[in-house]
């Protein structure tokens, strides 16, 4: 399989414990995404990757969140003290740095629950 | 800002009829891309179709096309011969031209397949 991983796929965890999420991107792909999905709604703009580098911060990412890219492959996005309201699925996607498409390739996202 | 909407939450059809999914977005840019995601439950989101602003002719992709009015800022899906297998969540996204590229997702119109 050749798309986009993300694991796990679901959490159930406490308020105030930390969670970790990680992603896998195409592993030609430099360029990774972490979009946020409440029910009923679209997602949402989190964070932008580029290689290595964290090149974007949605506002919606709170201090609480925290992501990283290392060594431009995968990625973990790590959510400390979570809150009800952090409940959601969290989507990866990747793309190649091309102008033209810039098609984004999505995993199949992690849904997180807090109690 | 750039923004995505579309106002139809549900939209129903009968197997094997046609059905149109409208999106309208605001940009001040001038060239840029538009897409349909398709979002079936439980499984990941796939490109439907994609169009870029500079050219004035509609994508086409089998049984789906869409109507893109760039003067008025709209960019809708149409639907022909629909099938069981289309129903799902469709979000229509404007991906922003420069920069990281990210996408800008609406709220999403579920379809049903009605057989």
């Known amino acids: 399989d050749t798309g986009v991983s993300q694991d796990p796929r679901h959490k159930i965890t406490k308020r105030g414990q930390n969670v970790t999420f990680r992603c896998d991107p195409i592993s030609e792909h430099n360029r990774l995404y972490w979009y946020r999905q409440t029910l009923g709604q679209g997602p949402e703009f989190l964070t932008y990757?580029?290689?290595?580098?964290?090149?974007?911060k949605s506002r919606l990412l709170s201090d609480r969140f925290s992501a990283e890219r290392p060594k431009g492959s995968f990625s973990t996005l790590e959510i400390q003290r979570t809150e009800q309201g952090d409940s959601a699925m969290y989507l990866c996607a990747s793309s190649l740095r091309l102008a033209g498409t810039g098609e984004l390739f999505f995993g199949e996202g992690s849904r997180l629950t807090v109690l | 800002a750039q923004t995505v909407t579309q106002s139809q939450p549900e939209m129903s059809v009968q197997e094997a009829e046609t059905v149109t999914l409208s999106c309208t977005y605001d940009?001040?840019?001038?060239?840029?891309?538009l897409f349909w995601y398709k979002q079936p439950p439980s499984r990941q989101m796939i490109l439907v179709i994609r169009?870029?602003?500079?050219?004035?002719q509609n994508a086409t992709e089998n049984r789906f096309s869409v109507n893109f009015q760039k003067a008025a800022k709209s960019f809708s899906l149409k639907i022909s011969d629909s099938q069981l297998g289309d129903a799902a969540m469709y979000f229509c996204a404007y991906r922003v031209p420069s920069g990281t590229y990210k996408y800008i997702f609406g709220t999403g119109t579920r379809l049903k397949v009605l057989a």
């Open positions: 940009t001040s840019e001038s060239d840029y891309y």
């Open positions: 169009q870029e602003a500079y050219k004035q």
């Open positions: 990757f580029q290689n290595e580098a964290q090149l974007e």
